[in-house]
């Protein structure tokens, strides 16, 4: 499933370079565009779907060992102090982009990061 004018879906695909941390059959892992801190990343999956409710149980399933696997990784390479995993669903929730995505947002002592 793609949506022809979605971005994260041209991203997820190839079809935009974007920094890459992790790829498989599934999903991307890139860093934000706007980063909230150092290593903000955006996990994405390959295919379209808007929002967690959309998500097939299947790769909702696969999405969190890949994103604990992400964080675990980063956490030895930024040498951050702890993690948020956010996830928007619906503009009043602050999702800005249609397409599901779950933000992996590194966190350092001191931080001014607001969620
Ligand atoms: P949302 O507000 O939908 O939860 O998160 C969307 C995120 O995508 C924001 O943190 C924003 O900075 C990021 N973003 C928007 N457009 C792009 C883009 O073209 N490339 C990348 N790497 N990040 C983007
Ligand atoms: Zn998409």
């Given amino acids: 499933m793609r949506d022809e004018n979605c971005i994260f879906c041209k991203i997820a695909n190839g079809e935009i370079p974007s920094a890459t941390l992790y790829e498989d059959d599934d999903f991307r ?3 934000d565009l706007g980063p909230a801190s150092k290593g903000h990343a955006l996990l994405l999956p390959k295919e379209h779907y ?3 409710y959309m998500l097939p149980d299947e790769l909702a399933a696969k999405a969190l060992p890949v994103a ?3 964080i ?3 956490t030895e390479v930024l040498g951050c102090d702890g993690y948020n995993v956010v996830q928007n669903n619906g503009e009043t929730a602050g999702q800005t982009v249609f ?3 779950m933000h992996l947002i590194p966190r350092y002592k001191g ?3 607001g969620l």
């Fill in 68 to 70: 604990k696997k992400m």
């Fill in 111 to 113: 931080d001014q990061v």
């Fill in 99 to 101: 397409h599901f995505h």
């Fill in 29 to 31: 892992i890139i860093l």
């Fill in 72 to 74: 675990t990784k980063l």
């Fill in 50 to 52: 808007e929002n967690l």
